[in-house]
């Protein structure tokens, strides 16, 4: 579910499967640092910290939720 500010399981949510998305940067609600945070550049989504080619995916045109749900489901 997307409030608007916190992206999280429809049920069983809590603060440590919660991300924050303040229109730029999707990070956990707990225990964020610049290794676990996702920055959104434009048409892309890259990590905050060491990104490179590998790393950087593209939205392709998709709302940011489905681009980050496709980006977990890669990464996990």
Do not use: C
Not at 20 to 28: A, M, N, T, V, Y
Not at 43 to 61: C, F, L, R, V
């Amino acid at each position: 579910m997307f409030d608007g500010r916190e992206i999280k399981p429809k049920y069983g949510a809590t603060s440590h499967n919660t991300w924050l998305f303040d229109g730029r940067e999707i990070k956990p609600k707990n225990g964020a640092t610049t290794h676990n945070t996702w920055v959104v550049d434009g048409q892309k989504i890259k990590p905050k910290s060491n990104a490179t080619s590998a790393s950087t995916y593209d939205i392709n045109g998709e709302p940011i939720l489905v681009a980050f749900g496709q980006l977990i489901l890669k990464l996990w």
